[in-house]
């Protein structure tokens, strides 16, 4: 089955405590982004790649990490989470560099207290 | 600055009683515009995408079209299993693959 899965789906986590957020598509598409979901503020997007070892800004990058080292994999990482950063995450990946649509994971909940 | 707003906030609809959502941008360098559906709990699932104005599409009870400024997506004899936020995006940059969506509308349809 065609899909972008993410994990874990739920992390409650303490200001400071570095962590990773995995995403991983088994389609081989190039591009692959991640994006965070506040209540009134809708989907923002992070960081996005346009191919293995191509990474670029999204409108909210400050805060985050990512690397792009294996095609179906775009973990994000976070060295020194913050409270401002509870939110919910979805990872999303599409065909090629043109403006495709794209394919969503499940999302995960982060909590830093 | 780019911008992507979608009105109403929130529709609520009686079954059968077609509407439309609107969603106006104001963003340089256009490469596509998108709707999404998205359920409680879930990721978004695609819809449409649009490339330029003029351009129509649909699907079962749903039509998106597109001018210089704004997309509608239009709803016919919504179905109780049509409730869902209808989120609006624009891609811009080089290759289209920078995303603004807006906040979008959520769509109640009572049987």
């Known amino acids: 089955e065609a899909q972008v899965t993410q994990n874990p789906r739920y992390l409650i986590t303490v200001t400071g405590k570095k962590l990773t957020v995995t995403c991983s598509q088994n389609m081989n598409h190039e591009y692959m982004s991640w994006y965070r979901q506040d209540p009134g503020l809708g989907l923002r997007q992070i960081y996005y790649s346009m191919n293995v070892e191509v990474t670029d800004k999204g409108d909210v990058p400050e805060g985050y990490k990512v690397s792009r080292k294996e095609k179906r994999n775009f973990p994000l990482i976070l060295e020194s989470p913050s409270p401002n950063q509870t939110s919910l995450y979805f990872c999303?990946?599409?065909?090629?560099?043109?403006?495709?649509?794209?394919?969503f994971g499940p999302g995960t909940r982060l909590t830093v207290t | 600055e780019d911008q992507v707003t979608q009105s109403p906030e929130a529709l609520r609809l009686q079954e059968g009683e077609s509407s439309s959502l609107n969603c106006s941008y104001t963003v340089s360098g256009l490469r596509g515009l998108f709707w999404y559906r998205q359920d409680p709990g879930k990721g978004p699932e695609f819809l449409f995408t649009?490339?330029?104005a003029g351009e129509e599409k649909e699907k079962e009870r749903l039509k998106a079209t597109l001018t210089k400024k704004e997309s509608f997506l239009h709803i016919t004899a919504p179905k109780p299993e049509d409730s869902a936020t209808y989120l609006c995006?624009?891609?811009?940059?080089?290759?289209?693959?920078?995303?603004?969506f807006g906040p979008g509308t959520r769509l109640s349809v009572l049987p």
């Open positions: 649009l490339y330029s």
């Open positions: 999303a990946s599409s065909l090629g560099r043109n403006p495709y649509e794209q394919y």
């Open positions: 995006a624009v891609s811009r940059g080089n290759y289209g693959q920078n995303f603004v």
